[in-house]
């Protein structure tokens, strides 16, 4: 039998995950500002990037709560944009598609805050959730030691197509919240 918890429950297995997948994303991104690709940075992204899944369902198991709708989509912000920003400093990413995706990622954490407390929730979108996988996948090709030298390209060409994915999200969620604010609203 499975334990159940409630919305406000803080204390979870899930909970737990995410934030073992926070702690983690720092010695990462240490990692990767001073020795750039490598196969142990490389797997202990796909590790983290796998745990984002894990959570999810144990969380969809045992119950979601406030918690862990609050700190799973931080979790994973601080682990996308750490490994990022650190590819940045290394040189294997070009600083203005990586900022671009920061402040849209940002600004959409605000507006579904801001929605949260007016009552609304708006899920992340089938296109948010291939954003992320696409984002992962270019910070992965950063990290692989077979492609992070001398085929820089690849994890670059990736990376713009995250970030035309990010952007396009962005305008779904935008869309999608002012959808809901109106049907609140004509209540």
Not at 69 to 91: E, H, I, R, S, Y
Not at 120 to 147: D, H, I, N, R, Y
Not at 152 to 177: F, I, K, M, P, R
Request: net charge positive.
């Amino acid at each position: 039998m499975t334990a159940q918890f409630g919305p406000s429950a803080l204390a979870t297995p899930a909970n737990l995950v995410t934030v073992g997948r926070l702690i983690l994303t720092l010695p990462l991104i240490v990692m990767v500002v001073h020795s750039g690709d490598s196969w142990v940075a490389l797997v202990l992204w796909i590790a983290l990037c796998v745990t984002d899944g894990i959570d999810g369902l144990i969380a969809r198991r045992q119950g979601t709560t406030r918690s862990g709708a609050f700190l799973d989509p931080l979790a994973d912000k601080v682990l996308v944009l750490g490994v990022m920003f650190a590819l940045v400093a290394n040189g294997t990413f070009w600083w203005v598609p990586v900022a671009i995706i920061a402040v849209r990622e940002i600004g959409v954490q605000g507006l579904r805050s801001y929605w949260g407390r007016q009552g609304l929730a708006v899920p992340a979108s089938g296109m948010a959730k291939t954003k992320t996988v696409v984002q992962e996948v270019a910070v992965g090709f950063g990290l692989l030691p077979l492609t992070a030298v001398d085929f820089t390209w690849v994890a670059n060409g990736v990376l713009v197509t995250a970030l035309v994915l990010t952007l396009w999200s962005g305008g779904q969620y935008l869309v999608e919240g002012r959808r809901a604010v109106t049907v609140l609203g004509s209540r």
